[in-house]
């Protein structure tokens, strides 16, 4: 089994996608993210695991609160963190990605926190870099987005404790999320018996349900029953044009709202990865009531993120 | 009394305003800058205050300047800084200014330093926050700059040692300006017996009078026999059009130059918020000149800034 | 003797070219650099030689990569490092340079790092500041780029080991190369016996031959027995214009191709400061081939740039 994630131990060398995660590594990581959190408030301490070590945000393509919460999480554990808006330079002076790569390998980084828009780009890092480097994908064109299914795992592991016994639904733009096919890889590994996938036609991956889901067109079918309920993000650029008619037209079918959420498990929650877009995807009073568990995904997905670097830089 | 800036027990909770701000906070906050600055040279000594606190520089409107002030005082104080440019990111994605006040709450920062172009946004984002957060205003619209004006207050105390046998002038926009109406409110509440404004009427907000101020429409009436001279910056946008002829024009009413200082008191001081525009409403020989304290202004700025941020940060 | 660079002990005061920089201080600078390398790979330990020191990275010119390699720098010697592109801010609100610089020496930086599209703008700010500051330039427009000649100088140490019996070819666009005057000034200084430029006519600066260095036009005869090759990198704007035909038209003449490099000695190594541009002033077999020494000029910028930053630091 030749995985580019692991390691010849079989240890986390690269967090890439969690497609082919092996289950015992995606446990450790939520079992070390919990030991960052503190109380009922859920605090996050500050520990030495990566004191000396450099930690470089390399975001090929522009996000402001991803590259934060990787950045916090970082200096949460005493590393030192260089962001490079790589966007803005050396590419756009006519140099390749390995190069731009390269370049960074020589400075003797740690560890890169790769954000790209093209699919495939932190996997092309990852098998490029020197040994003694570590890859986090933070996104990959329409690829993958591992550490926001795993904080969304750790989010639904918290409030439901196990994973053997639950029914979640996936809602929305499922054709252009990396979200959505991180959170259903990591859904099936942990065993999660029935995963549904709540989308108009259009919004979906031809032949979605090889993947192991089930497809719904109906909001009150798709929700009926469920124990979670995962929103995903209507991207802008989606919002009008040959896909979707509109914004509103979208809410009046695909909007979670509290009606709908009713045909729902009572005590369901409800997840969003950011940024909401009340009013289409989402109505307020759904993402503000007592379902919605959006904020302390945040919260636990720096311990997430932390859990990913020190299990990363703790590796031989 | 509901005070919005300080807790049940009378602590400074967030700072965002001077107006109403007591004087004994005031005076706090002067006295405690004093003990970051050392020797002759007003050294900035590090010191662990805030060691594994995180301080966000949570920028809605740019500014270098007043970032990197903030920043060297919160990496003095040994905290983690984290450097936000929102208006490049989340609000531009379609998310409210509260959604993404409540995303960086659930990072779990421990004090948020808050610039936005809309009046009043410190305090909507202070009342939104959980309560072991901080909030500092760096200027909020046309409403407050509270740390500017304190750091005023620290170099009069400096150089002048009281303010109940002062008389200090104002010059120039204020109707556009907030660090005018903390300036005000600061010397007025530490007990500064004559401040006088001095612009043209255009520039004048109606009825300013109200705020304790004499009004001067006239430079050598204005700065006749006054101690302290504040300076305030000409926007560019307001050098042409309605309110002003020309940055000519104004220069030749309004600038500051030695000959009309020489109506002040002979020891008067000389101060500017910067960024200067030398040649519209200072000459450089003013500004280079000896009563010129625009330089100390800004050191005691990084003290004064250390200083709030380790008072917050004590708040039970 | 008036070095703009040297305290009145002799000792660096700023980096601010390699002219003139006495041959003493250029080894003190290798060696010391040297310390800071551990092992095969050429690891950097972090070190606390600038704990509590404030390095400010002021680049009125964007670059990232440089930028980048200079805060690795400071943080591995673990001061704090605050990044301001002013080139977004301050002077474009209409304030002078040196009323800029003024600020941020009020501020209580210890270090400035410089970066400026104007030549000299470096040594005026270095003339301007306190005595207690000390000023790296990191590039002034055509003028100079000294810590890039100084790693260009380590790396070829730490592969020839001694200068007095080499022959070095500098090849490219000299014309605007600060990188090349930097690199001419120290190979004459170290005791490099031949140093040669390759260069159409229209990339060379007139009288080149003053600077003690050998012209050559033809690509055969300049390489010919080199030890060395320093490529320069052939700036876009240059590609195409009143000075070359275009970029092909310039790889056919003075690409460095594996063919050509055969002419050089068996063992010379082939540098560039990055970023190349492969297929126009350097061919990807050689960019990637056994002679290149490209990427540990990277590991070595950075362990060269500690040197420096430690050196100014213990400047009396």
Same sequence: chains 1, 2, 3.
Avoid: W
């Amino acid at each position: 089994m030749n995985n580019p994630q692991l390691n010849k131990h079989g240890e986390l060398q690269h967090l890439l996608t969690t497609e082919g995660l092996p289950v015992r590594i995606m446990r450790d990581i939520l079992d070390k993210a919990s030991t960052f959190l503190d109380g009922e408030q859920g605090d996050i301490r500050k520990v030495p695991l990566l004191q000396g070590k450099s930690v470089f945000n390399v975001f090929f393509e522009n996000s402001t609160r991803t590259r934060t919460t990787f950045e916090i999480a970082a200096k949460k554990l005493s590393a030192d963190v260089v962001n490079l808006n790589i966007g803005q330079s050396s590419t756009s002076k006519g140099e390749t990605l390995l190069d731009t790569v390269d370049n960074l390998c020589a400075m003797h980084a740690d560890m890169f926190v790769v954000r790209h828009s093209t699919s495939g780009a932190a996997h092309l890092i990852a098998q490029h870099v020197a040994p003694e480097i570590h890859v986090i994908n933070a996104g990959d064109g329409r690829h993958a987005h591992p550490t926001q299914a795993l904080l969304d795992m750790y989010t639904i592991r918290h409030y439901k404790k196990e994973f053997h016994n639950l029914r979640v639904a996936i809602v929305g733009d499922v054709l252009h999320s990396r979200v959505a096919r991180s959170q259903i890889h990591a859904l099936t590994t942990l065993g999660v018996p029935e995963v549904r996938v709540v989308a108009p036609k259009t919004l979906l991956p031809s032949h979605v349900e090889k993947l192991g889901v089930q497809v719904y067109h109906d909001m009150e079918q798709g929700l009926e029953d469920v124990d979670v309920v995962m929103m995903l993000r209507l991207q802008n650029e989606r919002m009008q044009g040959a896909l979707l008619p509109s914004a509103q037209e979208y809410f009046k079918y695909y909007g979670l709202t509290q009606e709908r959420l009713a045909v729902a498990k009572s005590d369901a929650i409800v997840m969003h990865p950011g940024p909401m877009n009340r009013g289409v995807e989402i109505d307020s009073s759904v993402a503000d009531g007592s379902h919605s568990v959006i904020l302390p995904q945040v919260t636990f997905g720096i311990a997430v993120r932390m859990a990913v670097m020190s299990i990363l830089a703790g590796a031989k």
